[in-house]
């Protein structure tokens, strides 16, 4: 294997000349730069890729000159420095910046990406005392996310033969129910993930035991909640399929507090050991899955150009099957539109431009313009305050129920098993006339 592809582009030439006379100081030199990775930053992450970038961070704000903390990185200098790919890149900034702990900042002509990690904040999670994640925060930072989340589940339904089967948006589960498990009852402290407290979304009659899926029968789940409940009998799509979590390549390095996991190739009957999950998953990235996969891509991808580049970058994205899945409902999406269809395809990129680009992420035309109306339709109408709807409804909470509330403790928790089934009911209403609202603008 040449040494240069191993070793940061920049001292290549360098490290070679090492190489050809001295292989020991070649070894050296290629070791010279150990990064400290703190486990905790793993921990209030969720993610061991949030907590390689943070700790490179950490490193960079404690030597910066800046007065306020920015330093400047390329997405070069940290994949040199971590070895992060592109994709684990923009996964870790998305959780950091979800979590309020770095941030981004743009200066300069041309314009360069500066970051600065918040030292209060990041004081305060270690604690235990930072502010949870919101539902704004997630469908700001999540959107591309929960867009290709619902698109793969509802692709996946209609596959597994379901009977009722509507075009759910994640986002809108978030919009009615928060960001709270409805299994536990605990807040959902992260964004959409397949470990630990991370973001889910369960069917709650499974697909399995002949469930839909609908916006009433999916509710935002705790990963490890979700884990827990399929564990024991044969799950529903989202615990089949990774809990709709995270990218194959992400999946590895993430915080993980339990000892099993499924992988997104397996059906998920019985909970397997470590060692048979990591088998599981070393071989869901051997080449002849991954070159699987491409084909089946390939095949609806309408421009048949430079195979053979789009192969080379297909083997270094190497995505899941979750994300095999996300990228040819995009492709299906996207030659639908305009832009591909005009002068017999004329403008659709190359596969591998497309590809290295990460065209699958990208917001199809008008979809920004038609979820800018939708905002402004859900502002008209008010937002479900569980509380005053009870007090409307149900004669309220009574003064210990209210205390508790004010306290701290999750609604869910306080209330009687009457006013939890009251509630449940008016947020149905409420969702219904939300999902009438927006089936109103589909027409439009």
């Known amino acids: 294997m040449p040494v240069k592809d191993n070793i940061p582009a920049r001292k290549s030439k360098a490290m070679k000349e090492l190489h050809m006379d001295d292989p020991d100081q070649w070894l050296r ?45 390329t997405r070069e200098d ?17 959780i950091l910046g979800s979590l309020s702990i770095m941030e981004e900042k743009r200066r300069g002509v041309p314009a360069k990406m500066f970051y600065r990690v918040n ?12 502010r949870e994640l919101s539902v704004d925060d997630v469908l700001r930072i999540f959107a591309q996310t929960l867009r290709g989340l619902g698109r793969a589940g509802h692709m996946r339904a209609v596959k597994a033969g379901v009977e009722v089967v509507e075009n759910v948006e994640y986002a809108d589960v978030l919009r009615v129910y928060g960001m709270t498990c409805h299994i536990c009852g605990e807040p959902i402290r992260y964004g959409p993930g397949s470990r630990g407290d991370q973001l889910t979304f369960d069917h709650v009659t499974p697909i399995s035991s002949g469930g839909s899926h609908t916006l ?11 884990f827990s409940k399929h564990s024991d009998a044969q799950t ?26 499924t992988t997104a190739e397996t059906t998920a009957e019985t909970t397997e050991t470590c060692a048979a999950d990591a088998a599981q998953e070393r071989a869901s990235n051997d080449d002849d899955v991954i070159m699987a996969r491409f084909d089946r891509w390939y095949a609806v991808y309408p421009k048949k150009r430079s195979k053979q580049a789009a192969i080379r970058a297909w083997k270094k994205i190497r995505p899941s099957e979750q994300l095999t899945e996300q ?7 996207w030659k639908r539109t305009e832009d591909w269809t005009k002068q017999h395809g004329k403008f659709i990129p190359y596969p591998a431009s497309w590809l290295n680009a990460g065209g699958w992420e990208d917001q199809l035309p008008g979809e920004q ?16 305050d569980p509380i005053a709807f009870l007090e409307r409804e149900h004669n309220g909470l009574d003064d210990d129920q209210l205390a508790r509330v004010n306290a701290g403790a999750p609604l869910e928790s306080v209330l009687t098993d009457f006013q939890k089934q009251h509630l449940h009911e008016g947020r149905m209403r409420h969702a219904m006339r939300r999902e009438m609202m927006r089936r109103s603008q589909d027409y439009v």
């Open 369 to 384: 313009q038609h979820e800018q109306q939708r905002e402004q339709q859900q502002r008209a109408l008010d937002d479900f």
């Open 78 to 94: 940290w994949e040199d420095e971590t070895g992060l790919t592109r994709t684990e890149q923009e996964r870790a900034r998305k």
């Open 29 to 73: 030199e290629v070791l010279d730069r150990p990064i400290a990775y703190h486990v905790s930053f793993a921990r209030i992450t969720g993610s061991a890729v949030a907590g390689l970038m943070l700790s490179q961070a950490v490193y960079w704000s404690n030597r910066t000159r800046d007065p306020e903390g920015w330093f400047y990185k």
């Open 327 to 333: 990228m040819i409902a995009a492709t299906e999406a």
């Open 119 to 130: 030292m209060q904040v990041l004081a305060d999670h270690l604690r235990g005392v930072a």
């Open 236 to 261: 529903s799509l989202l615990a089949v399929s990774k809990l709709e979590g995270l990218q194959q390549a992400d999946k590895s390095a993430l915080f993980a507090p339990t000892n099993t996991e």
């Open 216 to 226: 009433d029968n999916l509710r935002p789940a705790h990963a490890r909640c979700n």
